[in-house]
C-alpha cells in the first residue's frame, strides 16, 4: 500500500475515522480502474465499476475481518464488478476521444499506429475469465497465486486460463511479432 | 506430461511462475520437442509485443485530466525536465532533499511545482491535500517545511506531513514528536522516533504516554536497553505517579540486570515488594518468572516470594528454576524453596537434578524420598554417603530396594553400608556376599547390625583366627563369644541346639 500501512487505515476506517476512506480511495482508484478498463475495454464502464467498487468497499469495511490482504479483497470487489458490467453492458467499446494529451509511451515504439489497437482488440476479444486473469497478471503484475483469491478460483485455474490467453492472443497477434 | 501440458508450462516459465524443478524438465523437454519449442517462441513473442505496445488506459487520460493537479505527477514532471530527461525516458529517482538538500536558485521548475504542491496542500480537496503532501515527502525542498507543519494540523496530512518532517530530518523532538504522542494518529511513528534514540528523555516521554494507558508506547518502553531503563524506572518505581507501570516495565523489560534492580528495590520498599511479586505471579511470562526465580534465592525476599508463589504451581517456573539452579549463588536457596514443595512432580524433577551435588543431595534425598520418590536412592547408594537419608522411605520399601541393590554388583557395596536393625529380612540377600572376599567384612558388619541372628550358622565356617570381623558380628548376633575358630564357634552352636 505505498506509504500506508493497511493495518493503520483499516483500524481508521473501522472507528469512523473519515479520512481514511479517502486516503484508501486516492490509493487503489488508479488500480481499481486500470483493472476495471481493461477487463471491460470501456472507459466510461471502468468508470462505474470504480464508483461501484467504492461504494460497496465503504458499505463493508467497517465490518471487514481481515481474512486476505486489504488490496486482494478490494480487487476481487473491482474484477467481479467489471465482470458483471461487462455481462450487463451491451455498450460497444468507446474509443476515447477528446482527451487531454495521451500519456507518452515509455519504450521507443513501432511506428505503426494501428499496433496498440490490434492488440487492445485482441485483449478485448477474450472470454471475460481469460481477459480477467490474464489482466490481472500481465498488466497488473498480480501473483497467479493472488488472482486465485480474487477470482476464488482454484490456482490451477489460473494457470490453465493464463495459457488459454495468451495462446489466444499469440493465435491473433502472429503477423505483429 | 503431454506437449499440452509443456506449453501450458511455458506460459507459466514467460510469467516467471514455474518451480525451479518445473523449469528444469521444461527446458529438458524443449531440447527434445520441436512442436513445443515452436509454441514457447510464440508466446514469447507474443508478450515481448505485448509489453513493448502496451495499449494507453483512456481512464488514465481521465485520470491525469482529473488529478492533473495532483502533486505527485506534477513533481515528476518537473524533476524530469529539470533532469533533462525526455518523456519517453525512465523517470527520474525520488529526490533525497534531506540527505542533499537541493540548491534553490538552480532550480525554478521544482519550485514552481512545491509551491503548487504547497496550495494544493492547503485546498479543499482531501485526496489532492494528502497525495500533495506525499509528494512533498519524497521529493520536497526545505521551501516547503512551513507548509508541512501547518498540514500538520489537518486530520487528512498529519500522518504524511510528520512523515515528510521526519525525512528531513526536521522534527524537533520536544515540540513535535513528544505531543505526538498524544495523537492516534501520529502516536506509533512518534513512538517509534523515541524508541530509536534509546536515551532517558526518550523514554522518560514514552513512559509518561504509557502511564496514561497507551499500549503503543507501553511496548515501546520495553525495547529500551537495561542500561537506560533500569536507572530510569527505578527512579520512576519511587514515585507515586506511575510507579505500578515501572514496576511491570522492569519485570517486563529486557534483560537480567533490570531484574536485579527490582530485586534491589523490593528489599527496600514493602509496597514495591507486594506490587512486583503479586504482578510477576499473575503475569505468567518468562521476564517476570526470572525476577520470581531471583526473589525466591534471595534472603530477604524470599518469604515473601513464597508466599506470593503459595498458589502458583511450580511447573510453571520449572524453566526458570533450571536455569537458575545452574548458577551457585542461587542454588542453595532455591533447593530450600523446592524442598517444600517437594510434593509437586515438577519440584522433584528439579531437585532430582541436585542429587549431584554433595552438599545438597542429603536434604534433596530426603524431600523425594518423604514423597516416596525412589530417584535418590541411586544416587545414594553409589556414592555411599548420606545413607541416613533413606530413613526417610516407609520401611517396607525401603527393606525392597535394599535388597534390590544387594543384587546388583553396582549398587551392592553402597546397599550393605545402609542396612540398618530396620532391615533385618534382608539377611537372605546378605548371607551369599559373605563368600566375595573384599565384603565380607562390611556384610558381617551388616548382619551384626540388622540382628539377623538366622544368619549366625553362614558366618560360622567363615570363623578363623584371622578374621575378627566375623567373629565380631557373631558375638553380636549370639551375645556370647564362643572363641576365635570354627570349631569352638560350631561346638556353641551344637550345645545350644542339642541341648536348649
New interface residues.
Given amino acids: 500500500m505505498g506509504?500506508m500501512d493497511e493495518a493503520?487505515v483499516l483500524a481508521?476506517v473501522q472507528r469512523g475515522?473519515?479520512?481514511a476512506l479517502?486516503?484508501l480511495?486516492?490509493r487503489f482508484?488508479?488500480l481499481v480502474?486500470?483493472a476495471?478498463?481493461?477487463i471491460t475495454g470501456d472507459?466510461n464502464v471502468?468508470?462505474d465499476v470504480v464508483q461501484e467498487t467504492f461504494l460497496q468497499v465503504r458499505e463493508a469495511l467497517p465490518r471487514w475481518r481481515p481474512q486476505a490482504r486489504l488490496s486482494t479483497w478490494i480487487y476481487r470487489i473491482a474484477v467481479n464488478e467489471a465482470l458483471d458490467e461487462k455481462r450487463r453492458s451491451r455498450r460497444r467499446p468507446v474509443?476515447?476521444s477528446g482527451?487531454?494529451e495521451?500519456?507518452?509511451?515509455?519504450?521507443?515504439?513501432?511506428s505503426d499506429p494501428g499496433?496498440?489497437?490490434r492488440?487492445?482488440d485482441a485483449?478485448a476479444q477474450l472470454p471475460a475469465r481469460e481477459k480477467a486473469v490474464f489482466v490481472l497478471?500481465?498488466?497488473e503484475g498480480m501473483?497467479?497465486a493472488e488472482i486465485a483469491e480474487v477470482l476464488d478460483v482454484a490456482l490451477g485455474t489460473v494457470?490453465?486460463t493464463?495459457?488459454h490467453a495468451?495462446?489466444k492472443?499469440?493465435d491473433r497477434?502472429?503477423d505483429?511479432? | 506430461m503431454t506437449c499440452a501440458r509443456y506449453?501450458?508450462w511455458a506460459?507459466?516459465s514467460?510469467?516467471g511462475?514455474l518451480e525451479p524443478g518445473e523449469e528444469r524438465a521444461l527446458e529438458a523437454h524443449l531440447r527434445e520437442c520441436g512442436a513445443c519449442r515452436e509454441?514457447r517462441e510464440?508466446?514469447a513473442?507474443?508478450?515481448?509485443?505485448?509489453?513493448?505496445?502496451?495499449?494507453?488506459?483512456?481512464?488514465?487520460?481521465?485520470?491525469?485530466?482529473r488529478w492533473?493537479a495532483a502533486a505527485a505527477l506534477l513533481l515528476g514532471a518537473a524533476v524530469a525536465r529539470f533532469a533533462g530527461r525526455t518523456?519517453?525516458?525512465?523517470p527520474p529517482e525520488p529526490v533525497r532533499t534531506a540527505a542533499a538538500p537541493l540548491p534553490t536558485t538552480a532550480l525554478p521548475g521544482i519550485l514552481e511545482t512545491e509551491d503548487r504542491l504547497c496550495a494544493l496542500m492547503a485546498g479543499t480537496d482531501?485526496?489532492l491535500a494528502?497525495?500533495a503532501t506525499?509528494s512533498l515527502?519524497r521529493a520536497g525542498t526545505r521551501r516547503s517545511t512551513p507548509a508541512l507543519r501547518a498540514a500538520l494540523g489537518r486530520?487528512?496530512t498529519r500522518?504524511?506531513a510528520f512523515?515528510a518532517l521526519r525525512a528531513r530530518g526536521e522534527l524537533d523532538l520536544a515540540r513535535d514528536v513528544v505531543p505526538a504522542l498524544g495523537d492516534p494518529?501520529l502516536r506509533?511513528d512518534a513512538a517509534a522516533i523515541l524508541t530509536a534514540r534509546r536515551t532517558a528523555a526518550a523514554l522518560a516521554a514514552l513512559f509518561a504516554a504509557a502511564v496514561r494507558g497507551d499500549e503503543t508506547c507501553l511496548a515501546a518502553c520495553r525495547s529500551f536497553p537495561a542500561s537506560v531503563a533500569g536507572p530510569f524506572l527505578a527512579e520512576a518505581a519511587g514515585r507515586e505517579d506511575g510507579r505500578g507501570t515501572a514496576i511491570g516495565l522492569l519485570l517486563s523489560t529486557d534483560g537480567d540486570d533490570v531484574r536485579e534492580v527490582l530485586v534491589r528495590l523490593a528489599r527496600a520498599d514493602g509496597w514495591i515488594r507486594a506490587e512486583a511479586l503479586a504482578r510477576a505471579a499473575a503475569a505468567r511470562e518468562a521476564r517476570s518468572d526470572r525476577f520470581l526465580v531471583l526473589a525466591l534465592a534471595d534472603a530477604e525476599l524470599g518469604t515473601s516470594a513464597r508466599d506470593a508463589l503459595a498458589d502458583v504451581p511450580v511447573r510453571r517456573l520449572r524453566a526458570p528454576l533450571q536455569a537458575a539452579l545452574r548458577e551457585d549463588r542461587l542454588r542453595a536457596p532455591l533447593a530450600a524453596f523446592l524442598q517444600d514443595r517437594a510434593g509437586e512432580e515438577a519440584a522433584r524433577d528439579l531437585l532430582a537434578g541436585l542429587l549431584g551435588d554433595t552438599s545438597l543431595r542429603p536434604a534433596a534425598a530426603r524431600a523425594l524420598l518423604a514423597h516416596a520418590d525412589l530417584r535418590a536412592v541411586e544416587p545414594l547408594l553409589l556414592a555411599g554417603d548420606d545413607l541416613e537419608a533413606l530413613d526417610a522411605l516407609p520401611a517396607a520399601v525401603r527393606r525392597r530396594e535394599i535388597a534390590r541393590a544387594l543384587r546388583s554388583p553396582r549398587l551392592r557395596a553402597g546397599a550393605v553400608a545402609a542396612v540398618s536393625a530396620a532391615d533385618a529380612s534382608v539377611w537372605r540377600d546378605l548371607v551369599p556376599l559373605l563368600r566375595v572376599e573384599s565384603l565380607r567384612a562390611p556384610v558381617a558388619a551388616a548382619l551384626s547390625r540388622s540382628g539377623a541372628t538366622r544368619a549366625i550358622p553362614f558366618l560360622i565356617p567363615l570363623v578363623s583366627p584371622e578374621g575378627r570381623d566375623v567373629r565380631e558380628a557373631l558375638v553380636a548376633l549370639a551375645g556370647v563369644d564362643a572363641g576365635e575358630t570354627a570349631d569352638a564357634w560350631n561346638r556353641w552352636w551344637n550345645d545350644r541346639h542339642l541341648n536348649p
Fill in positions: 506509504t493503520i481508521a475515522a473519515p479520512e479517502a486516503l480511495y486516492g482508484r488508479p480502474f486500470s476495471a478498463f481493461r472507459a471502468a468508470e474509443p476515447e482527451c487531454a495521451p500519456i507518452p509511451e515509455r519504450a521507443a515504439a513501432p499496433v496498440s489497437d492488440i487492445h485483449v497478471r500481465h498488466y501473483a497467479l494457470k490453465a493464463l495459457h495468451l495462446s492472443l499469440a497477434l502472429r505483429l511479432r | 506449453q501450458e506460459t507459466l514467460l510469467y511462475e509454441v510464440a508466446l513473442g507474443t508478450v515481448r509485443l505485448l509489453k513493448r505496445r502496451s495499449a494507453p488506459l483512456p481512464g488514465a487520460r481521465r485520470a491525469w485530466r492533473a518523456e519517453s525516458q525512465a482531501p485526496f494528502l497525495e506525499e515527502g486530520p487528512v500522518l504524511a512523515r494518529t506509533r
